[in-house]
């Protein structure tokens, strides 16, 4: 399984457009030891012909331009096969709308997300201009389904949506009851080698479930969104807290990190990770205990191959 990071940003990328938090301004700067990100998405291969992405960032254009296995082969032509949602946020879904032209799509995602997307969005319109333009393949939680080309062939690779704590995407928030649908990790495996990719990019808290997903994992991609709980409240950029928006921060006692070193997976990456993170600056004493701890910190260009 080959694995390519597309984008390794939290929503907003970075640097974000309206922050001037000391890593956005830094980087504008060049006083920070640290790279732009864009926001989160992921592509993975078994053959490096056919590609998933997981999530569909608002920057999947220039994301698809970076990567030249995900160039067209014809006149007509996208060797990408499906793309994978893991909640409703524009960040991971706003690419969608942007892949316009007239081509078939598959979208794996589930129910809630799907109704989440299609439903009163009269910009989905445009994905609506030939029967078949999109092919919804449903996701059930904690049940696998094999990942299919768009011409319906298997890939090899087989995923599982799993339940993990998150909330409903913000222009959601009072139309839909909280559902567990909303938010789910993937837990991705590749039959031929039974190489085993759990991929978690937003979860609130360490459940049961969230445990079993990351279990005799190959590769973890997991939540690098913030370090701290206060990280916006505390500087006074957001009255949240990370928990508030469904964020296990990486540090501290109950955080991510601990959780994440006890794993015997070969590659454990934090992913997602929001602009105001001490992670994004290598020289940081977090960036150094995320190291310390056989942890990798994502960026875009990143590849990893099972
Ligand atoms: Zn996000
Ligand atoms: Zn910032």
């Given at each position: ?19 001037g938090c000391p890593n956005c301004r830094g980087i504008r700067e060049g006083t920070v030891a640290a790279v732009a990100r864009s926001q989160e998405s992921v592509a993975v291969s078994t053959d490096r012909q056919g590609w998933f992405l997981l999530n569909a960032s608002p920057e999947i254009r220039a994301q698809i ?242």
């Open positions: 399984m080959r694995i390519r990071v597309l984008g390794s940003a939290a929503g907003g990328g970075f640097p974000q457009w309206n922050c331009e970076s990567f030249p296995p995900l160039h067209p082969r014809d006149r007509r032509h996208s060797p990408i096969q499906a793309l994978l949602l893991t909640n409703g946020d524009l960040d991971h879904c706003l690419g969608l709308l942007s892949l316009r032209e007239s081509h078939p799509l598959a979208v794996y995602a589930t129910e809630r997300v799907r109704v989440g997307f299609t439903e009163r969005n009269v910009l989905y319109r445009t994905l609506e201009r030939f029967p078949g333009q999109v092919t919804w393949r449903i996701l059930k939680l904690g049940r696998e389904e094999a990942l299919l080309g768009v011409d319906g062939r298997e890939s090899g690779l087989v995923v599982e949506a799993v339940p993990v704590p998150g909330k409903p995407p913000v222009h959601l928030e009072g139309l839909m009851p909280p559902d567990p649908e909303d938010n789910v990790g993937f837990r991705i495996r590749e039959e031929a080698t039974r190489r085993v990719l759990p991929y978690v990019s937003g979860v609130g808290a360490l459940t049961e479930s969230v445990r079993q997903a990351l279990e005799g994992a190959d590769c973890v991609f997991f939540d690098g969104t913030f370090w701290s709980s206060d990280e916006l409240s505390g500087p006074g950029l957001m009255a949240k807290t990370a928990e508030d928006l469904a964020h296990l921060p990486i540090g501290g006692e109950d955080g991510s990190l601990q959780a994440l070193v006890r794993l015997s997976a070969r590659r454990r990456v934090y992913i997602h990770i929001n602009n105001t993170n001490p992670i994004l600056r290598e020289d940081s004493a977090e960036h150094r205990a995320v190291e310390a701890a056989g942890c990798e910190v994502a960026f875009d260009g990143m590849e990893v191959t099972l």
